[in-house]
């Protein structure tokens, strides 16, 4: 099977965006997860963190649909730097010609906006903060108040002298766990990311965020990502990470995030207001790849 992508980043977030507007194009439904992690691997495939797939309109209102594999090959139900590739995507490739598009997720509609300066802005939806919808089990633990919120205590293994971290736990429409931590640099990611991603209280895994405050305007963040490990920028993961900041009263209503990869703008007014992430978005090169049928 030979397919036409294009390799876009966003923040040093890679994706591969495949288009499937046209019915020529329309392959991606017998792709296999074993597929799905060919064109992510660095090594045999094109390289990227996930694959965002771009297909037509599903209802009345809605201008596209947009479909996220992770490079583990599992269908994921958001990505905030994808989304403003996705808004560059479809207008540099004459798809659309407005300035802001109404877009259905697994998780919900998002509405990306391309900016005057070239950056592009994305309405991520208001936070979820109830623990079933994330989902956190949270049952036999007591919550840490902190702020007007509380942070979870989750212990890093089952033996005695097991890490135990202070999570604060939402939603982004995928699930995260944010610590706060002194020194994002040192803080041991690679360990610890793993150990959160997986831990038992998250039944559909989680993506584990490192936020260090720099001022209350400012924030330094390092995330290791659902079924893509770390990345240089994570979007819903400086989207959380912001959020988690604010309402445990540490950061003011707009705030720089600054990732490996670059920086992102985070509004968010609190209550149910929705999220607003502001950043780059860039096309890296396109191609065709042929991609096996068996493996």
């Known amino acids: ?17 495949i288009d499937e507007t046209r019915g020529a194009l329309a392959l991606n439904a017998s792709l296999s997860p074993a597929q799905y992690r060919f064109l992510a691997d660095r090594h045999f495939g094109v390289g990227a963190d996930q694959i965002l797939t771009v297909r037509p309109s599903p209802a009345a209102g809605i201008d596209f649909q947009y479909v996220i594999h992770n490079a583990d090959g ?20 004459g798809l659309t010609t407005k300035d802001a598009v109404r877009v259905q997720t697994l998780s919900g509609v998002i509405e990306p ?62 699930p995260h ?33 490192f936020m260090q405050v720099v001022d ?35 950061l003011d209503a707009r705030v720089d995030v600054q990732t490996h990869g670059g920086v992102l703008t985070i509004e968010w007014a609190g209550e149910d207001q929705p999220v607003l992430m502001t950043g780059p978005a860039t096309t890296v090169f396109e191609g065709d790849i042929e991609v096996p049928d068996v493996f």
């Open 113 to 174: 906006r391309m900016n005057a300066d070239g950056r592009v802005t994305v309405d991520m939806g208001a936070p979820i903060f109830a623990l079933a919808r994330v989902p956190f089990d949270a049952a036999g633990l007591t919550p840490v108040p902190d702020g007007d919120w509380e942070q979870w205590h989750l212990a890093l293994g089952t033996h005695a002298g097991s890490a135990i971290v202070s999570v604060a736990v939402l939603s982004m429409g995928n």
């Open 216 to 250: 209350r305007a400012s924030i330094k963040l390092r995330v290791f990502e659902r079924g893509a490990g770390e990345t240089l920028a994570c979007g819903t993961g400086a989207c959380a990470a912001v959020v988690a900041g604010i309402r445990l009263g540490l």
């Open 1 to 17: 099977m030979r397919i036409r992508f294009t390799k876009m980043q966003g923040a040093g977030n890679d994706f591969v965006v």
């Open 74 to 93: 599992g269908e994921v139900e958001q990505c905030g730097n994808g989304a403003r590739c996705f808004m560059r995507y479809v207008r540099e490739h």
């Open 177 to 209: 766990a944010v610590q706060v931590v002194g020194d994002v640099e040192a803080t041991p990611v690679l360990v610890q990311g793993p150990l959160i991603e997986h831990h038992p209280r998250f039944p559909q895994r989680v993506n584990a965020g």
